[in-house]
């Protein structure tokens, strides 16, 4: 996950709200390699973890763009400890493209001595090991764009370029109230800050389903990059924003709009297969101990109902556009029984 920044968790007097720090490595992979970094298969290694919503977006992308091949994936442990995302998952505690045990490896070997948090998503260039970026808001969009050449065929356009302004103001205002706006209200440090973030929320939660109750789709009539950062907050909201984070004014199931749109888009190929609920809840309730200091992991919600009828395609729409889902989930990619439906 991004770093939360100095505030995240503190119980300083002043109760300070919560700032997100900002991407310190913002190195684009492009098309024409104009940072340094061209687009070129297998050259490059997505670090994701599953609980991170933040990571969960790039890891959507690739597969609904079909770029497995060409950019292969490490899955980080859902438990941190000090020394950074940890890759205990694969034999021998060791990524088995980049020979490391933590993702502050691949940090190190770009800046020694970086003072700042080791963070997820991170792009790391195989033959250096070196970090690329960790610039969670932009990897997504040059997957889009940048690139292009190496999507599969009957990639969806995710970031149509006639939509382009629309998209980039939903995006914002979703990332000020909803995206960050839980985690402002969850790391809150004192009353007023919470009753802000909280209201904002809520706030946003209410003018979305107002938004979807007509339309399927946040911009246009296919599936866009907006959606992905939309969904995945709400696929985290009930299991941990909701009781974690004290989001607790309804439950996502409790929205006629938003609930059946989380739904539609869980059941989409791209989308529910990426999400580990296992994984969502052992990083939060285990790992943020300032907020849930016994790390006991709730047993609920019951998931069964993300697998029921949502009715959604009733308001038209074309998922892919003019394209095709994307295929099976690649082998080895697949998310465990514990963490589904």
């Not at 939509?163 to 985690?183: K, P, W």
Request: charged share 25%; glycine share 10%.
């Amino acid at each position: 996950m991004p770093d939360p920044g100095p505030a995240a968790g503190n119980s300083a007097p002043d109760a300070r709200p919560f700032k997100r720090s900002r991407s310190h490595f913002a190195d684009r992979i492009t098309a024409d390699g104009r940072d340094g970094w061209p687009v070129e298969a297998g050259r490059y290694h997505l670090v994701v973890s599953r609980a991170c919503p933040w990571a969960s977006r790039s890891v959507i992308s690739r597969r609904l763009l079909g770029l497995e091949d060409a950019l292969s994936l490490a899955i980080a442990d859902p438990l941190q400890d000090d020394r950074s995302w940890r890759f205990t998952l694969d034999p021998g505690g060791r990524d088995p493209v980049l020979g490391i045990r933590f993702l502050s490896e691949a940090y190190d070997a770009r800046e020694t001595g970086y003072p700042g948090g080791v963070s997820v998503p991170a792009v790391v260039d195989i033959p250096s090991g070196k970090l690329v970026t960790n610039d969670y808001r932009q990897i997504t969009l040059d997957l889009a764009t940048e690139w292009r050449a190496l999507h599969r065929p009957g990639a969806p356009d995710l970031y149509p370029e006639a939509l382009r302004a629309e998209i980039d103001e939903v995006m914002e205002e979703i990332y000020q109230d909803l995206n960050n706006g839980v985690y402002r209200a969850g790391f809150a440090t004192g009353q007023s800050a919470y009753d802000e973030a909280c209201g904002d929320v809520f706030r946003r939660l209410g003018l979305l389903s107002a938004r979807l109750a007509g339309r399927r789709y946040l911009v246009g009539d296919t599936l866009t990059e907006a959606d992905i950062r939309l969904f995945t907050t709400l696929v985290r909201f009930d299991a941990v924003y909701h009781g974690h984070f004290k989001c607790n004014r309804f439950k996502l199931t409790e929205d006629p709009v938003l609930w059946p749109y989380a739904r539609d888009l869980f059941q989409t190929p791209g989308f529910g297969d990426t999400v580990d609920f296992h994984h969502i809840k052992q990083h939060y309730y285990r790992v943020h101990t300032d907020i849930d200091p016994t790390g006991i992991v709730p047993l609920g919600p019951d998931l069964a109902g993300w697998l029921a009828p949502h009715h959604r395609a009733e308001l038209g729409g074309r998922p892919f556009g003019d394209g095709t889902p994307p295929g099976p989930v690649p082998p080895g990619e697949e998310v465990p029984p514990s963490g589904r439906p």
